[in-house]
T-cell receptor, first 115, second 112 residues
Framework: QKEVEQDPGPLSVPEGAIVSLNCTYS??????FMWYRQYSRKGPELLMY????GNKEDGRFTAQVDKSSKYISLFIRDSQPSDSATYLC???????????????FGSGTRLSIRP | DAGVIQSPRHEVTEMGQEVTLRCKPISGHNSLFWYRQTMMRGLELLIY????????DSGMPEDRFSAKMPNASFSTLKIQPSEPRDSAVYFC??????????FGQGTRLTVV
């Protein structure tokens, strides 16, 4: 079993729809959770970064973490064609001021927003 | 800061040749990661360093792969000898623990 599971999609929704992307994980030591967006032939770019459980909102994006269920989500409101990309969840078991901690990625979900 | 800088952006080489990928992390970051991305396997962690010291190289697929970080501003990933199945996009990322990681633009490696 992979440490991080993510539905690869593809997911296609009409412009303006609310998009929900999800990941599950098995390692209860994960405390830092990230979402990255990757356009074709580009490196992943950070969208959201959260620590422990709870919600975080940034513009049209909301990240949710439920550590009790080992489940994280990214919501995109008022989706735009420019949001079409692959979205990768990532998580880390780093403790604050720890010497080092690895970051494990999900396989990514391909999202397409139809105009 | 210019971000994480990787070179070359593209590399085409013949099977059996040595390949060296290079990475300059963001100044002040104390951890550096090497990832490999393929359609089949997604983004795989190969090795990561903290304060220039390799912490975990369990993701390095074979002894043909090696990585070094001689100082805080430079790292290399070497494949010798290269094989067609090594063809992938290789990413370098850096972070200031325990914060988020920032990625370079990647090196697209093709081994023919």
């Amino acid at each position: 079993q992979k440490e991080v599971e993510q539905d690869p999609g593809p997911l296609s929704v009409p412009e303006g729809a609310i998009v929900s992307l999800n990941c599950t994980y098995s390692n209860s030591a994960f405390q830092y959770f990230m979402w990255y967006r990757q356009y074709s032939r580009k490196g992943p770019e950070l969208l959201m970064y959260t620590y422990s459980s709870g919600n975080k909102e940034d513009g049209r994006f909301t990240a949710q973490v439920d550590k009790s269920s080992k489940y994280i989500s990214l919501f995109i409101r008022d989706s735009q064609p420019s949001d079409s990309a692959t979205y990768l969840c990532a998580m880390s078991d780093g403790m604050r001021y720890s010497s080092a901690s690895k970051i494990i990625f999900g396989s990514g979900t391909r999202l397409s927003i139809r105009p | 800061d210019a971000g994480v800088i990787q070179s070359p952006r593209h590399e085409v080489t013949e099977m059996g040749q040595e390949v060296t990928l290079r990475c300059k992390p963001i100044s002040g970051h104390n951890s550096l990661f090497w990832y490999r991305q393929t359609m089949m396997r997604g983004l795989e962690l190969l090795i990561y360093f903290n304060n220039n010291v390799p912490i975990d190289d369990s993701g390095m697929p074979e002894d043909r792969f090696s990585a070094k970080m001689p100082n805080a501003s430079f790292s290399t990933l070497k494949i010798q000898p290269s094989e067609p199945r090594d063809s992938a996009v290789y990413f370098c990322a850096s972070r200031s623990e325990p914060r988020e990681a920032f990625f370079g633009q990647g090196t697209r490696l093709t081994v023919v």
